[in-house]
């Protein structure tokens, strides 16, 4: 009995982990909350943010396309691109916030979900209604392609560059701080592989399959 | 530095400050053809980037709220957990004892997902509703719940909703999972009494409650449909569940 009473007992605190972690995320941060937190520049704090969006909607996403006969895999894939959708909205001021975030994001999923039923020709008369047109525009479109192509393109990449690119364009390190990180000569060198990183990584990205569309202009 | 390395770090340095804005720089991109496609393709990869860690954040998250799996497949456990494991045996057996008789012993998202299938359109054929009542309910028959809500509360700004319409609001709402919501629509038709649907209502209500996570209202709603009522033989089935 002992021997698998262990594990349990393992089973048994984790649960208890994860109760306290999802009621504190789930709890402490109102809609207003979290969006403060993503508006900041602080990757702590959107993170903190992304976690109370996941602990809310996931659950309700994963049922949602479930019921639809598709997969908890897809379920995931649908919300990491919902969740990038929402966070490039609230970042450029389109997300009105005319109703709950939790109701928005179920709404961009749905969206997603016929988009993706109509790529897959399982559903090739689908269109979309002017409402669910406006949810996600062209522009959102592309920052889920990018997402994901650029998630293949860092992989090829390699794990030393993948890291650096990340430290520097999403953690927003200083050239010291990677320097220290990667225990690298001197700040230049740290920019000079930061640069030869970045050529592969561009290389990489012009000859990939992206349309033409998914090409994002800063004036957009 | 390079040109081309040159030509990098002015390009990001653009990007990076496009707020203040440099001027010359703007204006070269206008008049140079070449350089804003570059600018273009340094941006969407910078963008990219930010896009795939947050996915990568998603995806952390995820697995961590899911190591349970791990934990299990993990079978080499240092001796002490054995020996805590048995001297607590008794708390963990207290615990799921207390769980089976005091607690939430089920799983009530599993249930709803179950027992919850929203009501067919029984109100389209008549053909004495509005035109915005209407086309909610065509998206309703769609699965658009969503934007039938919509239409539903754009509607509801210019009219009275018949109850029966309200009926259906509720079941999008509870389609999307907005239970809260569902639960105070379908408690005042009830108490109204004056909706075609009642029976279909209390059964609904008991189910917004489950979806709510709110076990024992939700009994309390299940006890009130009687044989004759729609859906007594999932109401007595749910109630022997929970």
Known sequence: MIFWIGPIFGELF??????????????????????????????AQQNEAFEAIYLEVYPRVKNFILKKNGT???????????????FNQVKSGKFQ??????????????????????????????????????????ED???????????????????????????????????????DHFALGSEQTAKNKKYRCMQQLIKLFKSSNITKESILSPEK | MSEEQDQFEQIEKYLQNQEEGD??????????????????????????????????????????????????????????TYAVAAGLALLVLAFFGYQQYFGQAVDHQELYSEYFEPYPDAISLRGDQSREVAQAMSLYASGSYQEAIDYFETTAEGTVLSDDVQFYWSLCDMSIGENKSAIQRLSTLQERAESRFLPQITWYLALAYLGDG???????????????????QEAQRLLSTI
């Open chain 1, 72 to 86: 908890e895999a897809l379920s995931l894939d649908l919300f990491q691109d919902a969740i990038i959708v929402f």
């Open chain 1, 141 to 179: 479109r592309a920052h889920v392609d990018l997402g994901k192509v650029m998630t293949r393109l860092l992989n090829e990449l390699g794990d030393g560059c993948k890291q650096l690119i990340q430290l520097y364009y999403y953690e927003r390190k200083t050239m010291q701080e990677i320097k």
């Open chain 1, 14 to 43: 984790y649960s208890i982990d994860y109760i306290t972690v999802s009621s504190k995320a789930f709890n402490n941060l109102t809609d207003q909350e979290i969006l403060i937190r993503l508006r900041s520049h602080d990757r």
């Open chain 2, 23 to 80: 001027a010359a720089f703007r204006e070269d991109i206008a008049r140079d053809k070449a350089l804003k496609e570059e600018v273009d393709i340094q941006h969407s990869v910078m963008t990219g980037v930010e896009n795939a860690a947050i996915r990568e954040e998603i995806m952390n998250i995820h697995q961590r709220h899911h190591r349970q799996k791990d934990f299990v497949a993990n079978d080499r456990y240092p001796v002490w």
């Open chain 2, 214 to 232: 709110n076990g024992s209202k939700c009994k309390d709603y299940l006890n009130l449909i009687k044989e004759e009522d729609f859906r007594y």
């Open chain 1, 97 to 138: 916030e005319a109703s709950t975030i939790s109701t928005y994001l179920h709404g961009i999923v749905h969206n997603l979900w016929r988009v993706h039923l109509r790529n897959e020709k399982k559903m090739p008369r689908a269109e979309l209604s002017p409402y669910e047109m406006d949810l996600v525009q062209d």
